[in-house]
């Protein structure tokens, strides 16, 4: 007897093809045929029909690029995942995995990413007779996935090996370039999570301290993947007026070692970059997979991005942690010459500040006293309130805050995102992150259902299969990930909704607010949400690297 059958439904399978009606039925977790509609055994109990009543019917959708980390550990995120028809996720990304840190800088690495994953749980802190703290599941990928495999969890989740967190962990945030015994530590820590199960390596060459790497850096650190079929995911160095370049540097390191290459959160940020920089962009991806390098990338559906306030530093200012970038700042002489560089265009890092204007740079997260009220606000409108130079504020800012601050920056283009997005390699993403406190992004809450409702249903700028594709098919591939199709043998991650009832209210100034209009989602067979309605069903599986 089978768990489920579903009927009267719509099927869009996850592969680009046209929907067709079907039935599906569900055994072990799994789908175990997909048959004609209206063929269903006699005597079946009602109980076990899960009617579609000719809604669609697809994969569960598949978020390759999120920043849940700790979240997972504590099954913190499962109901806003499932609720917007997530069932598989991957974190870790953009270098800034919570494993492995290691031992020796473990404090300082994991204050630095608290602005992204936010803090850690308490119940993974140890103190030691001295009072310092370390976390011993985040030492190693593999504590840390151990502890993954604890959690009962209504949702898939991978995870990626952050490079940047593999580097702070052999050398801390010091600039230069790495030891011959800092590099094997490297290769160590970097061959033991491809063990414990990573699905690929992320990057995050904008940020510490992976900024410190230039392209023979970078291919000498990321060595043990050479001719192999593991992924690098890549936050580039720049996305403004340096992005071409930026691309072509982490091209050239993927040909080196002859493995896939996958760009993170594509974007063209600054006006002048808008609609030239993108089909510059694609031609350059068309011209390297030609050449023999498989190349994928993914984006979000909006067009305000979310990150750290610090990134706004250039990297010779991030260079040493959190104590010494804050030293920095309070130097009158070095903010003078900071704001000097700021106010200029560079092709040498991502001036955001130059590129979008203070007017465009939102706080998101601000926990001091002082500044703890003006969450949401611009700089500019917090200069203007504060009777304070930006460039000063910014600074001052950060000193306040510990460099723990999060920012919303309006940098890019519609027509620009949707050229990306309808590029047949183009996957779909939220890069969700969770700082402590302050406000979230929308896209955390909404971003797949976002394009379903404005993209597909309103707009039609997407057929049906086509978005569905870059939620769940193309994804899979990607990361060669079991999820993602519906086709007898698959994991049976599924969701049923009618595109009418889709609904998004997570905006950005109520972010924090869960879809509507999914009449079921379920994960491994059993139902996580039912009319809007959910539970954890604990049936989510761990998604580990397997061969291709």
């Keep these: 007897m089978t768990d489920y059958m579903i009927i009267n439904g719509i099927i869009v399978n996850g592969k680009n093809e046209p929907p067709f009606p079907g039935n599906i039925m569900i055994e072990n977790g799994t789908i175990r045929e997909i048959t004609e509609p209206g063929k269903i055994p006699t005597n079946y109990p009602k109980e076990k029909l899960l009617d579609a009543k000719g809604g669609y019917v697809t994969p569960g959708f598949i978020d390759i690029h999120r920043h849940g980390d700790w979240e997972a550990l504590k099954c913190g995120d499962d109901e806003l995942l499932n609720r917007q028809g997530i069932t598989s996720v991957v974190n870790g990304n953009c270098g800034l995995s919570v494993a492995p840190v290691g031992k020796g800088h473990s404090g300082e690495i994991l204050s630095f990413l608290s602005s992204v994953t936010g803090e850690l749980p308490e119940e993974y802190v140890v103190t030691d007779t001295d009072g310092k703290q370390s976390c011993t599941v985040a030492e190693t990928f593999q504590s840390y996935m151990d502890a993954l495999g604890k959690t009962k969890r209504s949702v898939n989740t991978g995870m990626l090996a952050g490079n940047g967190t593999i580097r702070a962990a052999a050398a801390g945030y010091i600039p230069g370039a790495l030891s011959k015994n800092e590099r094997r530590l490297v290769w160590k820590n970097l061959e033991e999570s491809l063990a414990a199960g990573a699905l690929g390596v992320s990057l995050g060459v904008a940020y510490a301290p992976e900024f410190e790497y230039d392209a023979k850096g970078l291919t000498e650190a990321l060595m043990p993947l050479k001719d192999t079929d593991i992924p690098i995911t890549t936050h580039v160095r720049s996305e403004g007026d340096g992005f071409v370049e930026s691309v072509k540097e982490v091209i050239q390191v993927a040909k080196a070692l002859h493995i896939p290459l996958h760009i993170s959160h594509v974007k063209c940020i600054g006006k002048k970059n808008w609609g030239v920089r993108c089909r510059e962009i694609l031609e350059l991806f068309r011209q390297t997979r030609a050449e023999g390098i498989q190349l994928d990338f993914d984006l979000y559906p909006y ?94 800012i950060l000193i306040a805050e510990n ?146």
């Design 303 to 396: 067009l305000t991005g979310s990150t750290q306030l610090v990134h706004l530093l250039p990297p010779e200012c991030q260079e040493g942690g959190t104590e010494e970038i804050i030293e920095r700042l309070q130097d009158s002489v070095y903010r003078w010459h900071l704001t000097q560089i700021l106010r200029k265009p560079s092709r040498h890092f991502e001036n955001i500040v130059e590129l979008a204007g203070f007017d465009q740079i939102y706080a998101s997260t601000l926990h001091s006293d002082k500044y703890m009220a003006m969450t949401g606000k611009s700089l500019a409108e917090i200069a203007e309130i504060c009777r304070e130079d930006p460039y000063n504020l910014l600074y001052d």
């Design 403 to 548: 460099c723990q601050a999060t920012m919303l920056d309006t940098i890019a283009s519609e027509e620009d995102m949707l050229h990306f997005l309808k590029d047949p390699h183009a996957n779909l993403i939220s890069d969700a992150t969770y700082p402590t406190g302050g406000r979230y992004h929308p896209r955390v809450y909404g971003a797949f259902p976002k394009v379903l409702a404005d993209y597909v249903r309103d707009r039609k700028v997407f057929s049906i299969q086509e978005a569905v594709y870059k939620m769940t098919g193309r994804p899979s591939e990607v990361l060669h990930l079991a999820p993602g199709a519906l086709e007898p043998g698959r994991p049976a991650d599924i969701n049923i909704f009618h595109l009418e009832n889709i609904q998004v209210p997570a905006d950005f100034d109520h972010p924090a607010q869960l879809c509507k209009g999914f009449d079921y989602v379920l994960t491994a067979g059993e139902i996580a949400v039912k009319d809007d309605r959910w539970q954890n069903t604990g049936s989510g599986k761990i998604l580990k690297r397997t061969e291709k």
